[in-house]
């Protein structure tokens, strides 16, 4: 747990410019609060079983913080939130390691799943304000999904990055492109859900 906030902090510092001492950093970052409680709060329901508790102390950090993760939601090493206010993140959410989210973020569900029914981060993957990230779809490692970019059903290749609503692929493996994104396919945890009409 030491070497998680340790790396949360150098995360701060290699992405915030205004980021000042460790002491001020420790003391004044907001969305660094919002990721060390969450931490906690995954540490109480994942390891001790403390459901009611995890999401009590959820509820208490996005009233702080203005930052909502389920204590579900899987989070990798050296994960950065700038500024953060109005993010999202959903229960079955999985963020993989130094990756960079900024603020008005959601990680959502379609209501379509049961299981696994959040997005799935590879690890250096860039959020840009105010993506839209819905359903379980994987974005690859290295990838960037732009600012205001609305991402449902279709995956994010890898090294790839994509813009607008809906999203397409515009850079792939450093070449300039124009492409549609992939369908998801659905993880083995999703399970479809029967709706009535």
């Known amino acids: 747990m030491v070497q998680l906030v340790l790396d949360d902090v150098r995360a701060v510092h290699r992405n915030?410019?205004?980021a000042g001492?460790?002491?001020?950093t420790l003391l004044c970052h907001t969305p660094l609060h919002a990721i060390l409680l969450h931490r906690v709060a995954h540490w109480l329901r994942e390891r001790l079983g403390l459901r009611l508790l995890s999401r009590y102390l959820s509820a208490i950090n996005r009233f702080w913080?203005?930052?909502e993760i389920h204590p579900g939601a899987r989070i990798g090493r050296g994960f950065f939130l700038d500024h953060g206010t109005g993010v999202v993140i959903g229960e079955t959410?999985?963020?993989?390691?130094?990756c960079v989210m900024f603020h008005n973020v959601t990680l959502g569900g379609t209501g379509k799943y049961h299981g696994q029914r959040h997005p799935r981060l590879g690890d250096h993957v860039?959020?840009?304000t105010h993506a839209i990230l819905l359903g379980p779809i994987q974005v690859g490692d290295h990838a960037k999904v732009g600012a205001n970019a609305f991402v449902i059903n279709h995956d994010v290749p890898a090294h790839s990055t994509v813009v607008g609503t809906?999203?397409?692929?515009?850079k792939r493996d450093g070449f300039r492109t124009d492409e549609?994104?992939?369908r998801t396919i659905p993880p083995p945890g999703a399970v479809a859900v029967e709706l009535e009409v």
Do not use: K
């Not at 001492?21 to 001020?24: D, Q, V």
């Open 16 to 18: 915030d410019p205004a």
């Open 21 to 24: 001492s460790w002491l001020e």
């Open 65 to 67: 913080t203005g930052v």
């Open 93 to 98: 959410a999985v963020i993989g390691d130094w």
């Open 126 to 128: 860039f959020v840009g």
């Open 166 to 170: 809906p999203a397409r692929i515009v």
């Open 180 to 182: 549609d994104l992939p």
